[in-house]
């Protein structure tokens, strides 16, 4: 079997890169694993334009938002869905310092923030004392049903081999290209997430992986709990056709999840013994849920996995600097969602037509590291 570009791993990096590949011209197949716990399964799908305990812009973010929108919206079209929800996030300040901080925020720079109408208007499902603020626009991406029929697709392509890549049975040529067992691929990209960091060719990579677990809540009284108190973040018009709500914060995150269900999490852990979900984190979160809503909630399901994150908090996308036929999209840490439509198109016209990487992206920025 021949193929211009042999693909590990089908979360969210690989499922674009190939997308990307096919508008470029150049053919591909994709090798992996099905596992229940991947990064791109246990994410909550979110795009927030700022980030972190000071609300500071997210990098790139004016550049990344309406790439990894048009992105969506295309790829939906074409797999007949919609992927891409605009949301405003309600984020109840846990504390008087934190509302000081959004104040001060919003009067730096309002660009994605908003002070409510009416502070009180979520008193009928949550509890909260400091007041909100609300961050917008926000983009929710429904990444189990983006991920599933993109799989689906693939399978119908004969372009996705469900099984393990053994790392032991590539042979990287001294001319052009590599071989996987029946496999002929001019390059071999590695968009297996976190297993890059233990991998041969990447491990000299400064990634520094983060575990998160999340909650998968049932609360049917918050279910069309409505806008209210959104103001006037302009999202009115979606949110009602698609029937959603909100997504809200008090410490811990609240998102819409499939079949009205709502994920909550999660938790970033640098040192973790394993990579499955715990009773601790279970127990702590739905203490914390208990204490923030007013309506019931019932647990259905646990998700636990581990960001590939990076200790410089940038991508790493690009070639290896002694093996060229060995390429990799990884280290998108807790913005995925954002980056990987936009470093995996960026990839695919590298490859296709030679055009830059963004060198703050780019793994030549390791080249010292990597020819070790
Ligand atoms: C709890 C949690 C919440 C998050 N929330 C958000 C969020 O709201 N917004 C956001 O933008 N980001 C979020 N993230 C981060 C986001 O999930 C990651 O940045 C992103 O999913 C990484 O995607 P990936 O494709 O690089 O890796 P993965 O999703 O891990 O995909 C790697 C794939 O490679 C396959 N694979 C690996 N090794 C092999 C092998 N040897 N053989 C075959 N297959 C293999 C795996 O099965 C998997 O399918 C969250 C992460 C977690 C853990």
Known sequence: MKTDVLIIG????????SWWLEKAGLSWLVIDEQRLFTASKAAAGLISPVTGRR???TWMIDELLPFAQDAYRRMGEELGATFVEQKSLVDFFPTPQMRLAFLDRYAEDPQYLQLPENERAWDEYFRYDFGYGVIGPCWLVDLPRLLALSRKRMLERQALLEERFEAELLIVGEQEGVRYKDINAGHIIFCD?????VSRWWNLLPFAPNKGEALIVDIPGLAGAGLAGIGSVGTDDMERQHGGTA????GISLAPWKDGLYWVGSSYEWSFQDTGPTEVFRKRTEAVLQDWLRVPFKTVEHLASVRPATLERRPFAGFHPRHPAIGILNGMGTKGCSLAPYFASQLANHLAKGSPILPEADVKRFSRVLSH
Request: glycine residues 16%; positive net charge.
């Open 10 to 17: 089908q979360g969210i990096c690989g499922t674009f890169l």
């Open 55 to 57: 609300i500071v812009k």
């Open 193 to 197: 997430g976190v297993e890059s960091a």
């Open 247 to 250: 997504v809200f914060k008090k």
